[in-house]
């Protein structure tokens, strides 16, 4: 699965954005899809995940509430809702899928290339 994350941009505080992923070469309509982000110096952070069936979605606790994940399995695209942003949200994002749903970067198995999220206030 080749992956492609854009959508991002530079914001103020407050504002929205809406990333998205889209898929190609063998779909991604039996795995989880995931969002992570990550910052200079810092591991690469878990933002939320997917799993194939739709189903609940997970969240880090730091954008609960504000984050909304969601796919469109007929378009192999999925998207990552940002509301409310603010300036801990600057970071790259990048999407990802695995075989299950989790939150661990280092279970997923393709990468998309990242996209630059920078909030100011």
């Known amino acids: 699965v080749q992956l492609q994350a854009s959508g991002g941009g530079a914001v103020r505080v407050g504002d929205s954005l809406r990333l998205s992923c889209t898929a190609s070469?063998?779909?991604?309509?039996?795995?989880?899809v995931g969002w992570f982000r990550q910052t200079p110096g810092k591991e690469r952070e878990f933002v939320a995940v997917?799993?194939?069936?739709?189903?609940?979605?997970t969240y880090a606790d730091s954008v609960k509430g504000r984050f909304t994940i969601s796919r469109d399995n007929a378009k192999n695209t999925a998207y990552l809702q940002m509301n409310s942003l603010k300036p801990e949200d600057t970071a790259v994002y990048y999407c990802?899928?695995?075989?299950?749903?989790?939150?661990?970067?280092?279970?997923?198995?393709?990468w998309g290339q990242g996209t630059q999220v920078t909030v100011s206030s």
């Open positions: 990802a899928t695995a075989d299950w749903t989790t939150d661990k970067a280092y279970e997923y198995n393709s």
């Open positions: 070469g063998h779909t991604f309509r039996s795995v989880a």
């Open positions: 997917l799993s194939w069936i739709g189903g609940r979605p």
